[in-house]
Structure formats: C-alpha cells, structure tokens
C-alpha cells in the first residue's frame, strides 16, 4: 500500500479500459473511463443497461482488473495491486453491498454473528473492541432489536441494512453499492437510501452506488451517467434559499469533458440536429458551437449544436 496525501481522492480513475473477450468477439465495456470522487463524497452512477457501471465496480472492489488505465482507490494503486496487497484492499479499504439481498449475507447466522463473522475474518478490529464496534454499527443502522435475527426472519430491507452494517465492519474508508435497492419497493428503497445517506454523513465514508432507482436523486449531491463505458454527463445538486426564504433544491447538468478534450454530445442533440461522422467546430468568444459537417438542405440557415 502507499501512503495517500490527505487531498488524494478516495477513487480517481483516468483512461479506464475493459475489454472482454466472449467466443471470439470483443466487447468494449469501459471505453476510456475517467472518475474521481472525493474523500466523504456520497455519488450515485447510473447509466442505461450495459453501459459499463457493474464492469467499473468489479474493478473498484478489487475483483477484476482493466484492460488498460488507471485506477486508485483509498491510496491503492488498483492496477500495480498484487496477491496479498489485493486481499488486504478487499478485507480493509473496501466494503461492498450487492443488489441481491441473500449474497450479502451468511443465512444461517444472525445480523450480530454477520457482522462478528466479517471481524474475524479480516482480523482487522482488535478481538476486546469488536462487541463495541458491533453495537456501534447496529444502534446506527437501527438494528438493536433485531440483532439475534437471522436473514430469513428479516425483511428486505432490514436484510440490506444489516449488510450496510457488515460491510463497514471493519471501517473501511470506500463504500460501494452495486444496485442496492435493486430488489426492494419503492418505499423501502427509499428508506435504505436514506440510510446510506446518513452513514456516510455519520461516519464520512466515500460511498458509490450504482443503480437505476431515480430516487437516488433525493440522497445525493452528485450523479454521475455513464454512457458506453465513458462518463458522459454529472449532475450537480444544492440547495439554495429562493426569494421567499425557502429552501429548495437545484440541480444542473453538466457534460463531463475528459482530460484530452473529449465529451459526448446527448443522443438527443445528435439525433435533432442529425449529426454523425464529421461536425463542424467554431470557437465563440464564451462558447463552442458545433454544426453539422454535412451540406444542410438550406444552408443560409446555420444550425448551432452546443453553447457550452
Ligand atoms: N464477463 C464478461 N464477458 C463478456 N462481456 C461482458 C462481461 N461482463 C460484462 N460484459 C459486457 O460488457 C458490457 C457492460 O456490462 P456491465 O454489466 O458492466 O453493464 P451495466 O451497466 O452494469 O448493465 P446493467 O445495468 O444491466 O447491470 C455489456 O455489453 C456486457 O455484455
């Protein structure tokens, strides 16, 4: 492991590339993919279906490595990570929680054993402070009453909350999500985003969640869209205090411009303005605009693509 300078993000990915290889075909999963989520930053992916955000993870939780790129997460460098340092990133610096309720935890142990059997196996809490750290985790997730329960006697929901709790067993600085609430009703997503929303704000953990719940929109600041392996788009939330003195929220979306000068254009705007192949580029005095390359019908009509 090397040691992180304070102000290094907690994931910083540049270049990303995964290509997979299935009978003779190959699918570019990661197309040059560039994130960064800060150190306490609470991010949301989304992204349509087979656009790349499982593919990322993967990698992020130290299960699979790129084709080629960069990655660190929590000062590790994913790429140069061997054997023993691997294992010790999956057991320390990362917890995972994935979509299906069951892989998240041991159904013949209770939501108590899950979180000591997550101790023992990494050995990272001391043994006299690990009942500490349990309680800790169950009063915070408000699991006090249901500690002796097993996954079985547990709803959905609570099933998740006792993973979010065996995945920060052992304080790991990154938190990620793979479609948590994936197989849970609207309200009870609802709740556990909620949940994650105030572990990360209690406990300052970077967290990432990966999923198509809309609703997400209400616990993040931040969601970044993936597109063809790429990030193509981020909006950006705050909350500002309108003319009447309330609160209210706004969101702005940006398109995400890569460290060489690339971004993508929305599907709809190349769609609209029928733009393919070629396109012509102007440099505006506060903007660029972006034309069409091929001859329009009337061509006394400019048309402009983008103002930034
Ligand atoms: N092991 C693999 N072998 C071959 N192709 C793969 C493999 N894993 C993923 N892919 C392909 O890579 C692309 C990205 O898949 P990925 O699962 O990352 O997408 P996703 O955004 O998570 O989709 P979903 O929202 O449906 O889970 C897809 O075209 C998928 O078929």
């Given at each position: 492991m090397t040691a992180s300078a304070?102000?290094?993000?907690?994931i910083l990915c540049s270049e990303l590339v995964r290509i997979f290889v299935a009978k003779g075909i190959e699918v570019?999963?990661?197309?040059g993919l560039g994130l960064r989520v800060d150190r306490g930053e609470l991010v949301a992916l989304v992204g349509a279906s087979g656009s790349g955000k499982s593919t990322l993870l993967t990698i992020l939780a130290g299960l699979d490595t790129p084709t080629a790129g960069a990655a660190r997460v929590a000062g590790h460098d994913l790429i140069a990570m061997r054997g023993a340092e691997r294992l010790r990133y999956r057991r320390e610096s990362v917890g995972f929680i994935w979509q299906q309720t069951a892989r998240n935890l041991l159904p013949y142990l209770s939501a108590e054993e899950n979180i000591a059997f997550a101790h023992t196996v990494a050995g990272v809490v001391p043994r006299r402070r690990r009942a500490e750290v349990a309680d800790g985790l169950l009063d915070l997730l408000r699991l006090g009453d249901l500690r002796a329960r097993r996954p079985h006697e547990l709803s959905g929901g609570q099933q998740q909350r006792v993973a979010i709790a065996v995945a920060l067993a052992n304080s790991p600085r990154v938190l990620l999500a793979d479609e948590p609430t994936g197989e849970l009703d609207e309200a009870t997503s609802a709740d556990v985003l909620a949940t994650m929303e105030e572990v990360n704000r209690e406990r300052g953990v970077t967290t990432l969640i990966v999923t198509?719940?809309?609703?997400v929109a209400d616990h993040v600041d931040r969601t970044v869209r993936i597109r063809d392996g790429r990030t193509s788009t981020e909006v950006l939330r705050r909350t500002e205090t309108d003319h009447t003195g309330q609160e209210v929220r706004v969101a702005e979306e940006f398109a995400v411009l890569d460290a060489v000068g690339r971004m993508q254009l929305p599907a709809e705007f190349t769609r609209t303005l029928g733009l393919r192949e070629r396109v012509r580029l102007s440099l505006e005095p506060d903007h660029v605009a972006v034309r069409p390359g091929q001859r329009s019908a009337n061509a006394d009509v400019p048309v402009e693509g983008s103002d930034g």
């Open positions: 304070d102000d290094e993000p907690d570019q999963a990661l197309q198509h719940d809309p609703a």
